[in-house]
């Protein structure tokens, strides 16, 4: 080596094998792609068990007050429970639980009640009595169904899995 270079040539440097080429990087990212192809199929995407049951517990919650909003104003309060839109709404409060595409959503609710239509909706009386209805948030073959008591208005959250 040339002690009056300022800068000795590639060649001459002893740490010329210290690095990647460009052919080792794009090799180490097309095995780390094809990994990560195969990896993500298997990954849970959309609503998990845990977020599954927190929409059963908000809606169990939701129905829950209206009944409670019935004995105390001493008047009738419907909970709304609208399939298409995926929604169930407070008619006490006008709170809504929006329920995600990927849960199966399923009704039972009474076609009267009081000897009046009851329109896809879970009334409750001020006595604290109710139709009664049930609505199952399901997703995977299991979910949970919210129950209401037609004779007591209770409002229960039971597992279910599908059949």
Request: aromatic letters at 4%; one cysteine or more; hydrophobic letters at 40%.
């Amino acid at each position: 080596m040339d002690p009056t270079r300022a800068e000795p040539f590639l060649e001459d440097r002893p740490d010329r094998e210290a690095g990647f080429t460009l052919l080792e990087v794009v090799c180490v990212l097309a095995i780390v792609a094809a990994l990560a192809a195969l990896a993500l199929p298997r990954l849970p995407l959309g609503t998990s068990r845990a977020r599954l049951e927190a929409y059963a517990v908000e809606a169990a919650s939701l129905i829950k007050a209206d009944r409670s909003a019935a004995i105390r104003r001493r008047t009738p309060v419907a909970t709304e429970v609208n399939a298409t839109s995926r929604s169930i709404r407070s008619g006490a409060t006008g709170r809504s639980v929006r329920i995600p595409g990927d849960v199966t959503l399923r009704t039972m609710l009474p076609q009267r009640c009081n000897n009046r239509p009851a329109h896809s909706s879970i009334r409750f009386f001020p006595s604290g009595m109710s139709c009664g209805g049930t609505v199952a948030l399901m997703r995977n073959g299991t979910g949970y169904e919210v129950r209401v008591n037609w004779l007591t208005g209770g409002v229960e959250i039971v597992p279910r899995r599908a059949s």
